[in-house]
């Protein structure tokens, strides 16, 4: 339904005639052609490139609606009802992620005759499911403009869950371990669950990129450092516990934070996803309409 109002905006009819340029009175006309063409030119380069990572959309001031409208790049759009619940979904599956994991790494700071830590213990393998599914459900339901970049990071969870599953059942319970326990102990088992944090990784890059948080960014660092130091073995265990404690503390910052955010925000420039869903020839309507648009506004 969203794609089909977007596209109404293409189906109006047209004022200016583009069958052939608008005539410029001009000493120049041969320069000015020119100038039309590539002016012409930059706007279908830009309607057809939108920025991949501009998360922030603009919003519209001209309208006193009670439901913003934000301006994109192929159009004005709205927050749906539809809209709040995935980004809210969004945001819980990194909440439980980010929960699990501090939990679940929390047991290598307690002290060994220690209840909890032993509770904890005895529970990894249930946190890293729950993180892992949490995660994945995220990934999901991301926004990001260039589909292969998100099938990129669903293909690297798949994987890694892929992996996690027969680590655990080939090699963990024949040894009498759990999966986590099985990682800390062998090193080389980060080649199989390494993966589904490579996907991690990407999520906090791209909040890192998109909204310029700290935290994201220092975590894009320290998750694949701490894993290749434990994979080679060229960390040893008090650096590791630094970056440990690290990971959990900006994790416990990023996840927090999340839900200070506007819901726009996590959707970002909605306009290019209701351009992505329509046919091609519905695309070359309305990026036809734009580009008319655009030019009388610049003759």
């Known amino acids: 339904m969203a794609a089909s109002r977007l ?17 410029l009175s001009s000493p120049a006309a041969n320069s000015n052609k020119e100038a039309y063409g590539s002016l012409r030119l930059s706007l279908r380069l830009r309607l057809r490139s939108p920025t991949i990572f501009k998360c922030k959309a603009l919003r519209d001031g001209s309208t006193t609606s009670l439901d913003p409208v934000y301006q994109g ?18 945001r819980s599956g990194l909440v439980t992620a980010a929960a699990s994991f501090v939990v679940a790494a929390s047991a290598a700071f307690w002290p ?61 319970a024949p040894a009498g371990q759990g999966l986590v326990q099985y990682v800390v102990h062998n090193p080389t088992a980060v080649w199989f669950v390494g993966p589904l944090f490579a996907a991690l990784t990407g999520v906090v890059f791209k909040e890192g990129l998109c909204y310029g948080k700290l935290e994201a960014g220092l975590l894009t660092f320290i998750i694949p450092s701490l894993l290749l130091g434990h994979l ?17 503390l900006l994790f416990v ?38 580009e008319q648009q655009e030019l009388g506004k610049n003759l």
């Open 7 to 23: 596209l109404a905006c293409a189906t109006t009819p047209s004022v200016t005639d583009t069958s052939t340029p608008p005539k």
């Open 73 to 90: 790049v192929y159009g004005p759009w709205t927050v749906e009802p539809a809209d709040v619940r995935e980004v809210i979904s969004y």
């Open 112 to 172: 060994q005759n220690s209840d909890v830590g032993a509770l904890i213990d005895r529970n990894l393998d249930l946190f890293y499911l729950v993180g892992g599914a949490s995660l994945g459900v995220s990934l999901l339901l991301i926004h990001i403009y260039v589909t292969p970049i998100k099938r990129t990071l669903q293909a690297l969870w798949g994987l890694g869950a892929l992996g996690s599953l027969l680590t655990y059942t080939a090699l963990a």
């Open 232 to 248: 080679t073995g060229l960390m040893d265990d008090g650096v590791k516990l630094s970056l440990l404690g690290a990971w959990m």
């Open 253 to 290: 910052i990023f996840s927090g934070r999340k839900f200070s955010q506007p819901i726009k925000d996590d959707i970002g420039d909605k306009s290019v996803f209701m351009f992505n869903s329509l046919h091609e020839d519905e695309k070359a309507a309305l990026i036809e309409k734009l």
